[in-house]
């Protein structure tokens, strides 16, 4: 158990449908990360909060909106999606200063 | 632009060897590098942090070295077991990545463990 959860664990929709992702650390961290992995690929740095506040947005197209209502929560808002978004989509926390990243064990997204 | 690649991307051993699997990047300017472990469809489990001051982290069977002036880490595993199979993740945090704490990773190592 690393302390970051996240729900659901698995996820069909249509380009069409609105979904959420959500993720909670249980940990006290103040950062938190959204990731995308896709097949044969390095995982790629979606968002990043600090505090509450985004801090990177990596060139992610609008159809993918990040909340982060407070240190322990991170929503990823999902619209009109397109079937090569359909990838694991990972949450991780750390703590401000130097230290390391926490996974959650992902949200497997398929768009149809 | 900061690149990490890792090689082999793939590996089969039986068990009970020690094996060593290779982490390479292109910008020595980095706060620190992160090993990941990860199961088929699972998140990422974190193994070793190693800060760019210091050249090794030791947990249990695991060895990770640290060589920045090189562009170089190394994960050692000693003598691995079936258990140990998953693809294993290393990650830099670049300097210039403020406090944003981004990591770079690479494209990982598929570890088959043979019983």
């Known amino acids: 158990e690393t302390g970051v959860t996240q729900t659901p664990r698995h996820l069909v929709m249509g380009m069409t449908n609105k979904k959420s992702l959500k993720c909670e650390q249980h940990l006290g961290h103040n950062a938190m990360y959204w990731y995308k992995q896709s097949a044969k690929k390095p995982l790629e740095l979606m968002f990043v909060y600090n505090f509450k506040e985004q801090t990177e947005n990596n060139s992610v197209p609008s159809r993918f909106s990040p909340e982060c209502p407070n240190s322990s929560h991170l929503f990823l808002h999902l619209h009109t999606l397109q079937p090569e978004d359909s990838a694991l989509y990972l949450c991780a926390s750390r703590e401000q200063r130097d230290g390391e990243q926490f996974f959650g064990p992902g949200t497997r997204l398929t768009v149809l | 632009k900061q690149e990490v690649t890792q090689i082999p991307a793939a590996l089969s051993v039986p068990e009970g060897e020690n094996l060593v699997l290779n982490c390479s990047f292109t910008?020595?300017?980095?706060?620190?590098l992160q090993w990941f472990r990860q199961d088929p469809g699972k998140g990422l489990t974190s193994l070793l942090l190693i800060q760019s001051s210091q050249r090794e982290q030791t947990s249990g069977r695991l060895n990770a070295s640290l060589d920045k002036s090189s562009g170089r880490s190394t994960l050692y595993i000693a003598a691995s077991q079936p258990g140990d199979s998953a693809t294993y993740l290393c990650?830099?945090?670049?300097?210039?990545?403020?406090?944003?704490?981004?990591?770079?990773f690479g494209q990982g190592t598929t570890l088959q463990v043979k019983p």
């Open positions: 910008d020595s300017a980095i706060y620190n």
């Open positions: 990650a830099v945090r670049p300097v210039g990545s403020g406090n944003t704490g981004k990591l770079i």
